[in-house]
């Protein structure tokens, strides 16, 4: 603030700290993308979006702050510090909590610092030193939490690893990174890690936790090394925290590589804690809340998210596999969590599926409970006004229906958060609508990852959000989003060229997405740079929001959009085969497979009048034309997406060769599958 008040009163800033003044400041604010219809006066009502709620105060000097950020570095309190700080102010019983055997068990803040403390003094009796790399391949359980502040406390960086990677790609990371030690937790992993070892170059050491007995003498074991550890481990453990600096490269997350290798993202202390900070402040997280991890830890998304629950005393409870997910939203009622689009969308398909398996009076309750929702977006999800009649529809459907689908979540959520990339509106609105408040925001792995976000007090349906506090935003001539500020990465490890290739010398990240801001600042984020189709007309199609409003029909699954240098659109598309299943009984049909749905004619030209709903909303070249329907699913184990549940558009061309060269044989875009 003391830079405002220089600011403010137009008084050059200090040359040693930036060297600029607010004459030459004041161009970069007219200039700024994120200004275009604002009015530079001396006070206005700014929205600071989720960094610190909307205030009043100098609109200059608001702005002229984020712009001086650029020219020096701001130091955040280290990730280890925060930690210290949160078991120290908030001590809690359940601190952390996993099911086991049926039963969520809990550990103790006091007990997450004593095995903390345990596993980093281990690991500096192994050689470990700052500087040096750990590796981390386990699921979400304490035991990453542990590990991760065990190696950041002496100063190391880990490289996590996705708990169910493929041999090839552990060996990869872990070779590349030159990590001498590495820490597992499970079954699976521990037997997966170990029968790769013979390929790892320079590991020297694993830890296992979790582990069966009969993996031999060739493991160091997680629970020995932490029984004995005392008070006198936890005060070195302290002092050797204390020493750690943010500019440290706290870890090294391998890209999930959509497309070519995948690249190590350097990511500091200063990074990750910056970007915690600034991106969850309105939430006013708190020791009464309750969290659920379920999302990877070896992400940066769920990785910062569940940062911000330790660093405010919020219970974290670890879901290891997806799977169990819905049971343990019964089972904890969770206020706060994260998730990506896919979560929703099958939330969503979920609700549809349920509430179309009843009969009678009850179907059509459902039904008409559906309606009043979608009469309700405009009120409840973009806060109109909305008249008495339908408050009280709205109050009838929440009572019989809508209290239900809540409670099918656990009944307590007050935020859960999306990312990891573009949640299409209709399903925002949808949840919105029934009071679940869901608010979306934008990021990636190099920006650590939060670049802007909605939040309570500052959101608009259908965007990510403004940009955070202290990072600046700007879209490049071609659409693309250029993003600057303390969560943009050190780089690419031992791959300086491609990092030069995306940061330029005054630290714009270019991010791959195209976008747009508004003109209250906030954010639209339309589809990859790489993934845009460019049709044989010339014609520029971004396919996610297409796919997007594919899914939102009760009858589809999951849907992917080809057409780059074809004469027209086309579509593979997954039935949600209850759906279907359940319509064509109404109609007498039964289908003995997946197989047999997929290619039956009827079922064809059932989807086929969903996708002409979608065509009339949109331009002519854009219209999906011809499509295919598979009768499967698109999956990690699969290949065909990546472990954040992303599209690899790549490997599904590939796959699915022969099924996408057979729409286009007959060529003529009059010969339409879509009436």
């Not at 009843?358 to 909305?386: H, L, M, N, P, Q």
């Not at 300086?496 to 508004?518: C, F, Y």
């Not at 009048?609 to 184990?637: G, P, W």
Request: net charge neutral.
């Amino acid at each position: 603030m003391i830079f405002a008040g220089a600011i403010f009163t137009g008084q050059p800033l200090p040359s040693a700290q930036s060297g600029l003044s607010i004459v030459r400041i004041l161009p970069m604010i007219r200039d700024s993308p994120r200004t275009p219809k604002w009015k530079i006066a001396s006070s206005a009502y700014l929205p600071t979006g989720c960094g610190g709620g909307a205030v009043r105060r100098s609109f200059i000097a608001r702005v002229e702050i984020r712009a001086v950020m650029f020219r020096f570095a701001m130091a955040y309190a280290t990730l280890t510090e925060k930690q210290l700080n949160a078991v120290d102010r908030m001590p809690n019983d359940r601190a952390l909590s996993l099911r086991v055997n049926g039963q969520w068990e809990p550990t103790s803040s006091a007990e997450f610092l004593r095995r903390i403390a345990g596993l980093s003094n281990a690991l500096e009796q192994l050689g470990v030193k700052p500087g040096d790399r750990v590796g981390l391949f386990a699921p979400n359980r304490p035991e990453w939490h542990i590990a991760d502040f065990a190696i950041l406390g002496l100063g190391a960086a880990d490289v996590p690893i996705y708990f169910n990677e493929s041999p090839d790609r552990i060996v990869y990371i872990l070779n590349h990174s030159g990590a001498e030690v590495v820490i597992v937790a499970g079954e699976m992993q521990s037997r997966r890690l170990l029968e790769s070892r013979s390929r790892l170059t320079s590991v020297k050491h694993i830890i296992c936790a979790a582990a069966p007995p009969d993996l031999g003498d060739d493991i160091l074991r997680f629970e020995t090394l932490v029984a004995s550890t005392g008070d006198a481990a936890i005060a070195e453990y302290r002092l050797r925290a204390a020493r750690v600096t943010s500019d440290q490269l706290a870890t090294i997350i391998y890209t999930s590589g959509t497309t070519g290798e995948p690249k190590g993202v350097m990511l500091t202390h200063n990074n990750l804690s910056s970007n915690e900070e600034t991106s969850v402040e309105s939430y006013r997280m708190n020791p009464g809340d309750q969290a659920v991890s379920f999302l990877p830890l070896s992400h940066v998304y769920e990785r910062v998210t569940a940062y911000a629950y330790l660093f405010h005393g919020v219970p974290v409870a670890y879901v290891e596999r997806m799977d169990d997910l819905p049971q343990a939203l019964l089972e904890v009622h969770p206020t706060l969590a994260a998730a990506v689009p896919r979560v929703f969308e099958k939330l969503y398909a979920n609700i549809l599926q349920k509430g179309h398996a009843s009969t009678g009076s009850k179907r059509r309750i459902f039904d008409w409970s559906v309606r009043v929702a979608r009469e309700s977006v405009r009120w409840k999800a973009y806060g109109e006004d909305a008249p008495s009649w339908l408050h009280l529809r709205w109050k009838i459907a929440d009572r019989i229906v809508y209290s239900k689908i809540r409670e099918g979540i656990g009944g307590r959520f007050r935020a859960f958060i999306s990312g990891g990339g573009p949640l299409s509106p209709e399903f925002a609105e949808f949840f919105w609508a029934v009071g679940v408040p869901v608010y979306q925001g934008y990021g990636l792995t190099e920006t650590s990852p939060v670049v802007s976000a909605n939040c309570p007090g500052a959101n608009k349906v259908g965007t990510v959000g403004q940009p955070i506090e202290h990072v600046g935003v700007r879209i490049a001539q071609d659409g693309e989003i250029l993003v600057q500020g303390p969560c943009v990465m050190k780089g690419y490890y031992l791959k300086p060229e491609d990092t030069r290739a995306v940061i330029s010398p005054d630290g714009w990240l270019a991010t791959g997405d195209i976008g747009r801001l508004d003109e209250d600042g906030y954010l639209y984020v339309t589809d990859r740079k790489k993934d845009l189709f460019k049709t044989a007309a010339g014609k520029f199609v971004a396919p996610q929001p297409i796919e997007n409003l594919l899914k939102v029909s009760p009858l589809i699954l999951n849907a992917v959009l080809v057409g780059d240098r074809y004469k027209f659109i086309s579509a593979l598309i997954v039935p949600n085969f209850a759906n279907v299943e359940a319509a064509a009984r109404a109609q007498g049909r039964t289908f003995a497979s997946h197989e047999q749905l997929a290619a039956d004619p009827w079922v064809h030209e059932l989807i086929g009048r969903e996708v002409a709903q979608v065509n009339l909303k949109l331009a002519q070249y854009e219209t999906i034309k011809k499509f295919a329907l598979l009768d499967h699913d698109f999956t990690f184990d699969g290949g065909q997406l990546t472990y954040t549940l992303k599209l690899k558009r790549r490997v599904v061309a590939e796959r699915y060769a022969k099924i996408i060269e057979g729409l286009y044989a007959e060529a003529p875009a009059e010969r339409s599958d879509v009436q």
